[in-house]
């Protein structure tokens, strides 16, 4: 029996028999507050649901991957996909106009969740930044051709679209079905609007954030290892399982920056020379290869 109250946040196996319809009790049935400077159209779970900046033409290439005059060399630009505690796989689209934020998909084409648990993390990514598929490792392994990912340990869910300044701890290299995937993680510095948000003065290395969120990393490393096993994949692995260090992460983070530079001929490299992989992306906004 549902709790009273909860009817509008899960439904708990209604309408099992319809695939299109049915909703396990994981996936939210509410759409998430949204954030300052964005837009948001059509309904969470559906493929009309997006979200969009009124700010910035795109969020992925309008925005700098660093805040002006940082107070700290670690310190960069985080944009929230995937609020802490949410369900439903939130990423931005590179190939949507304006590169607005909406729901991944699986290859039925219903929604994406993460079945695993719930991220006990805010989930995002780092803006003007690029894994290029067509650049190898050290192990072999080409990039996921998306933006950087970050994922912050603060307290509190950050809203859908939010823009946050984020130190950067470290950062961790899965290797995601064949892809690198670097995962750099954070502390989101404080707001004004924060009603918690003392962590952030404390927590300025990988240590800091284990003394105050003890067994944190191994959880970390878990969840990426085995998140898409409860949907039937096998695990992922890491190309260490030591952490890089604050300079080592910031080393990808501009690296991954000099490859969307590329992408958007800032270097002036030619769309031709880049991946097939990139085929209908939207790199019209001011930031990128638009005017």
């Known amino acids: 029996m549902v709790p009273k109250g909860w009817e509008k946040v899960v439904d708990y196996y ?3 028999d319809d695939t299109g319809r049915w909703i396990p009790w994981s996936q939210p049935n509410i759409e998430p ?46 944009v929230t996909e995937i609020p802490m505690h949410m369900a439903a796989k939130m990423e931005v689209q590179k190939t949507f106009p304006n590169n607005a934020i909406a729901q991944d998909h699986n290859k039925d084409g219903s929604p994406r969740y993460y079945s ?22 050290s192990q072999g392994y080409g990039g996921d051709n998306d933006p950087i990912d970050i994922m912050e340990f603060g307290t509190i869910p950050l809203r859908m679209g939010s823009l946050r300044r984020c130190r950067v701890l470290g950062s961790l290299e899965l290797i995601d079905e064949g892809e690198t995937d670097h995962k750099i993680i954070c502390i989101a510095l404080h707001e004004s609007d924060d009603p918690v948000a003392q962590e952030a003065e404390h927590i300025k290395s990988l240590e800091d954030l284990e003394q105050w969120k003890p067994g944190v990393m191994d959880r970390l490393r878990d969840w990426l290892k085995r998140y898409k096993t409860s949907d039937g994949k096998p695990e ?16 990808v983070v501009e690296e991954t920056h000099n490859h969307w530079r590329s ?4 270097d002036g490299t030619e769309l031709s020379a880049l991946s097939e992989k990139i085929e209908g992306f939207w790199l019209e906004s001011p930031g990128c290869r638009g005017t």
């Not at 695993?116 to 490792?137: A, I």
């Not at 992922?236 to 080393?251: D, G, Q, R």
């Not at 992408?263 to 800032?266: A, F, S, T």
């Open 14 to 16: 209604k309408n099992a």
């Open 33 to 78: 507050p949204a954030a300052k400077n964005t837009k948001m159209q059509g309904k969470l779970g559906k493929r009309s649901f997006q979200i969009s900046s009124t700010k910035y033409e795109s969020w992925w290439h309008d925005i700098p991957y660093k805040p002006a005059n940082p107070t700290e060399p670690n310190i960069i630009h985080f």
């Open 116 to 137: 695993y648990g719930s991220p006990f993390f805010n989930y995002g990514f780092v803006p003007q930044t690029w894994e290029d598929p067509n650049l190898k490792s």
């Open 236 to 251: 992922n692995n890491l190309a260490s399982e030591t952490p890089k260090t604050i300079e080592e992460a910031m080393a």
């Open 263 to 266: 992408l958007c001929g800032h």
